[in-house]
């Protein structure tokens, strides 16, 4: 009796399952589920084409020192450079004296504290200190953003899928939301739109992004080599600082990684030659054993002639 009470209970179960995956199932295809605004404007990022790309990448030292300057001048007053020091600036072939001089222009004071009266304080940035944060705590920047904390730059392009094509997208993406139309013609629905405070920009997540356009003209910095500041090179040379930024050991592994490769396959060659030579002339004897052994039957006929067994 418990056996029949538990196979109906069992059916009566796999029945409900059977019916909600079908009745769930037919309103699904009746009526699909509508894609957030996101689904049809955001966009993939375009290709920085930066010279550190790919198996071969190498920096362009002209172009992190211009990056550098961009950051510099427009990005630091909102995001800082945690892990970077001043002294990592020497790799970009500013002189020592150059990077001393840096350190201790920077319009960011270090936080320190008063040796006489041990109060808080500030001083001179040091060529040993770190880029120091634009704002005490995170508290203070989410104040002055509009409740938005800016993100500290120096692993932003380890931290971002396609990390140096979208900051080098997003810094040059930034659009007239009601003007703004899709590949298939469509206009932006005015759900998606920016509210007070927001920014249009479609190659942010969810289009709406809290910092504006940061590079809004050509020859927003004037370069000390000569380059021609429009906004889409300040946008690469920005990306390319930050690549060196979140990996400035990137042209050493690439050294490493082809170093390693001709390694291997010169030992890839080196064993084949060995084998050729030791094993490709050797020649496989497969040697009867066992009962058919011409020389074991021949001993086996003369132990049982000796102990006089015939056969």
């Known amino acids: 009796m418990v056996r029949i009470i538990g196979f109906f209970v069992g059916a009566g179960f796999v029945f409900v399952l059977l019916w ?18 996101y689904y049809y404007f955001h966009k993939d990022p375009r290709d920085a084409e ?23 001048e427009v990005c630091a007053a909102c995001h800082g450079m945690k892990y970077v020091s001043f ?4 790799d970009l072939g500013y002189s020592e004296a150059e990077v001393k001089a840096i350190a ?11 040796p006489d009266t041990g109060e808080a304080a500030t001083r001179k940035a040091l060529v040993s200190d770190r880029f120091p944060s634009p704002y005490p705590n995170e508290t203070a920047a989410r104040a002055a953003n509009n409740n938005a904390y800016p993100p ?14 979208y900051v080098y997208s997003l810094l040059t993406g930034y659009a007239n939301a009601d003007t703004y139309r899709n590949a298939e013609g469509k206009p932006v629905p005015n759900d998606a739109k920016p509210p007070q405070g927001l920014h ?7 289009l709406n992004i809290a910092m504006p356009a940061p590079l809004v003209s050509d020859g927003q910095v004037t370069y000390a080599d000569g380059t021609k500041a429009t906004v889409d090179q300040m946008a690469k040379d920005v990306s390319a600082f930050l ?25 890839t060659v080196l064993a084949y030659m060995a084998y050729r030579n030791i094993w490709a002339n050797a020649k496989r004897q ?18 049982k002639a000796d102990s006089g067994i015939a056969g």
Request: aromatic share 12%; glycine share 6%; charged share 20%.
């Open 200 to 206: 249009f920009n479609p190659y942010f997540a969810n």
């Open 104 to 114: 201790n222009q920077w319009a960011i004071e270090v936080p320190s504290v008063n």
């Open 20 to 37: 909600s995956l079908v009745v769930n199932g037919l309103d699904y295809f009746r009526n699909p589920p509508e894609h957030a605004a």
């Open 243 to 267: 690549v060196w930024t979140a990996e400035p050991t990137l042209e050493a592994r690439h050294r490493a990684g082809w170093a390693v490769l001709v390694f291997l396959l010169i030992a």
């Open 286 to 303: 497969v040697s009867i054993r066992g009962p058919l052994d011409p020389e074991f039957r021949e001993r086996m006929d003369e132990a």
């Open 50 to 72: 930066l010279p550190s790309d790919g198996m071969m990448g190498k920096f362009d030292r002209q172009q992190l020192q211009r990056g550098f300057q961009v950051y510099k």
């Open 152 to 165: 500290d730059l120096s692993l932003i392009t380890e931290a971002r899928h396609d990390g140096a094509n």
């Open 87 to 90: 002294y990592q600036l020497t």
